[in-house]
């Protein structure tokens, strides 16, 4: 075997030898490693819109997936809640951004109450509840926390709050986790898109 020694300053020597660090062909392990940039720098693509939806819906200055949305008309469109308070919890909004109840025109404010009548009407037979909360928040001291009407539809069950009145409260602490987690965009640890996106299909099921 014909080897060559590279004479390396001090006591060390190192032996290259062609039989044992040949310069070809490549080795195929390294071949099976892709570069972690190119696996992590092509963005997934965005999911088309369910059929019959719009690519996006405005909330306030916040833009929803299309993904959350189970039902929409010319003027409204219902969406999954953030985190709900109860199962079925979910807001019917009128898709022009309007801020107050009163600046609705008559078509918008008929439109969004006959919405949100339909919408509460299928989710209450579809979590076999017995009642529903309507609520709207209409002003920031009304505990309004995005400025885009919206009401909050909740199917209800005997029992499912010890004193009935105290879900008014607790819609608005709601209100204001769901303002701090649009405005912070951070991960969502409650509900995951995916998460949300599969409510609002079984929703948008009992709508076809």
Same mark, same amino acid.
């Given at each position: =075997?014909?080897?060559?020694?590279?004479?390396? @300053? %001090?006591?060390?020597? *190192?032996?290259?030898? +062609?039989? #044992?660090?040949?310069?070809?062909?490549?080795?195929?392990?390294?071949?099976?490693?892709?570069?972690?940039?190119?696996?992590?720098?092509?963005?997934?693509?965005?999911?088309?819109?369910?059929?019959?939806?719009?690519?996006?819906?405005?909330?306030?200055?916040?833009?929803?997936?299309?993904?959350?949305?189970?039902?929409?008309?010319?003027?409204?469109?219902? =969406?999954?809640?953030?985190?709900?308070?109860? @199962? %079925?919890?979910?807001? *019917?909004?009128?898709? +022009?951004? #309007?801020?107050?109840?009163?600046?609705?025109?008559?078509?918008?404010?008929?439109?969004?109450?006959?919405?949100?009548?339909?919408?509460?009407?299928?989710?209450?037979?579809?979590?076999?509840?017995?009642?529903?909360?309507?609520?709207?928040?209409?002003?920031?001291?009304?505990?309004?926390?995005?400025?885009?009407?919206?009401?909050?539809?909740?199917?209800?069950?005997?029992?499912?709050?010890?004193?009935?009145?105290?879900?008014?409260?607790?819609?608005?602490?709601?209100?204001?986790?769901?303002?701090?987690?649009?405005?912070?965009?951070?991960?969502?640890?409650?509900?995951?898109?995916?998460?949300?996106?599969?409510?609002?299909?079984?929703?948008?099921?009992?709508?076809?």
């Amino acid at each position: =075997m014909n080897s060559s020694s590279l004479q390396m @300053p %001090g006591r060390f020597s *190192v032996l290259c030898s +062609r039989a #044992v660090l040949p310069l070809s062909p490549p080795s195929l392990f390294f071949r099976r490693l892709p570069h972690p940039r190119a696996v992590s720098s092509s963005p997934l693509p965005t999911p088309p819109p369910p059929p019959g939806m719009e690519a996006s819906y405005k909330f306030g200055p916040y833009k929803i997936d299309a993904r959350e949305v189970f039902h929409a008309t010319p003027l409204s469109y219902a =969406m999954v809640n953030l985190r709900p308070l109860l @199962p %079925g919890h979910v807001l *019917v909004c009128p898709k +022009r951004e #309007v801020k107050r109840f009163a600046d609705l025109s008559s078509d918008e404010t008929s439109d969004l109450w006959v919405t949100a009548k339909e919408v509460g009407v299928r989710l209450e037979q579809y979590h076999k509840a017995s009642s529903l909360t309507f609520a709207i928040q209409d002003g920031p001291q009304a505990g309004q926390t995005v400025p885009h009407v919206h009401i909050h539809v909740i199917p209800r069950k005997k029992g499912d709050f010890e004193k009935n009145d105290e879900i008014y409260d607790a819609i608005d602490v709601k209100e204001r986790e769901l303002k701090e987690k649009l405005d912070l965009d951070i991960e969502r640890k409650d509900r995951s898109m995916e998460e949300m996106a599969h409510e609002a299909n079984e929703y948008r099921a009992i709508f076809s």
